[in-house]
């Protein structure tokens, strides 16, 4: 094959390490024009480990010489350069510098520069660059553009002090994002956890679930937003006289989550497989652990009957009647239960029409070895 790039004199040099090699930066301008040609086998994808092209010494950015678009292909590489980079942070067009602003490979002292970039855009680049320091992004969360500010509080490399700034932004969704943040300070989760927006206080239930007091659920568990309460109930820390008010809320997801939480007692359980809601008593069902309650959970819709089938709790006539279910998914919840009795294995192990469902009867550590020994011997 011919060179690829046609400044200079370059070859193809065959490259055997699975580690992407380091483009030079001629390479990766004339690699944007250069024709598709059509895939190659995993291990010889086009212009990472299989080969690179070396460009002649000396080579510098000129921005008239290469077009937009190459310059843009070469700011989207993993491993170009940092002088590369370094040279297309000062590209007249928006697009190339705010792809170097959030590149990882952006040098510090060119990230300081786009960070102080008349766009708004580059800007909002640099506040979402990973390996950004603190110091820059102080700067980035006073600006006076709502992207940019937004970008700011949600990186993960915003210190708390910045972070504490932002949780009083008049802006719901620069809020929305510190709220998301794993290092806002407890003083800005407590100002949070009464904002007026609901996915907020969310955030601050939802990704903070180890590290909020434990009263804060009992206020969550009140709270207007369905999705606030939800947090509450599923959060493992929740207090069990907080899951019975919960049981009774009005959103089925709230009262599902109930139903699975592991501390749910007993009562509260029995009380769920009552529910109007299918999902809801479809949840209590794969929990419960009363015969009578199973019995009457095996004559409800389908979901609700694969729960029953597949809880471990479920009594053997109960399992011996799901077995002939309509439903293939019950049928085979039966045959993977561990508590389904060697002579309803062995009627679906003869009898069943579905094959996934006789090879997981044949996997039941309940079969008999004699019935299984027979079975293997014809099949």
């Known amino acids: 094959m011919g060179p690829v790039n046609s400044v200079g004199t370059n070859q193809y040099i065959r490259r055997t390490s699975r580690r992407p090699q380091p483009h030079s930066p001629s390479d990766l ?3 944007a024009s ?17 080969s690179v092209l070396v460009g002649p010494p000396g080579w510098s950015h ?17 491993f170009p350069p940092r002088s590369l980079l370094a040279q297309l942070a000062r590209d007249p067009a ?41 110091s820059t992004l102080t700067g980035l969360a006073a600006d006076s553009e709502q992207k940019v500010r937004y970008k700011a509080a949600g990186n993960l490399n915003c210190p708390p002090h910045l972070l504490a700034q932002l949780a009083q932004d008049p802006n719901t969704e620069i809020r929305f994002n510190v709220a998301m943040n794993s290092n806002t300070p407890m ?48 959060n493992i820390r929740c207090p069990r006289n907080l899951l019975g008010p919960l ?27 009552t ?39 479920c009594p053997p006539e109960v399992l011996d009647g799901l077995s002939r279910d309509n439903s293939v998914l019950v049928r085979l919840n039966v045959a993977t239960n561990f508590n389904c009795p060697p002579s309803v294995l062995e009627q679906m192990l003869l009898h069943e029409t579905e094959d996934r469902i006789k090879y997981a009867a044949a996997r039941n550590p309940n079969l008999p070895a004699a019935v299984l020994a027979m079975w293997q011997l014809v099949h």
């Open 29 to 31: 301008i004339g690699q």
């Open 34 to 50: 250069a024709k598709r040609e059509p895939k190659r086998p995993c291990g010889e994808v086009w212009g990472t480990t299989c």
């Open 62 to 78: 000129d921005s008239e010489q290469h077009t937009l678009e190459q310059r843009n292909f070469a700011t989207l590489q993993s």
């Open 94 to 134: 928006v697009a190339v510098r705010a792809n170097v602003a959030y590149h990882r490979q952006c040098p510090d002292s060119s990230l300081q520069q786009l960070a102080k970039d008349r766009s708004p855009r580059v800007r909002a680049a640099a506040a979402s660059n990973p390996n950004i320091d603190g």
């Open 187 to 234: 003083e800005s989760l407590e100002l949070l956890r009464h904002d007026s927006n609901q996915n907020t206080r969310f955030n601050v239930y939802d990704k903070h679930r180890g590290q909020i007091p434990v009263n804060w659920l009992r206020e969550a568990s009140n709270d207007p937003g369905a999705g606030v309460r939800w947090a509450a109930a599923s």
């Open 247 to 273: 049981s009774r809320d009005t959103n089925g997801n709230v009262r599902k989550t109930v139903a699975v939480h592991p501390k749910c007692p007993p009562g509260i359980l029995l009380t769920l497989t």
């Open 275 to 313: 529910d109007r809601d299918p999902e809801v008593r479809s949840a209590a069902a794969a929990r419960c652990a009363d015969p009578g309650h199973l019995k009457e959970l095996s004559r409800d819709t389908k979901p609700v009957r694969e729960s029953v089938a597949a809880n471990p709790a």
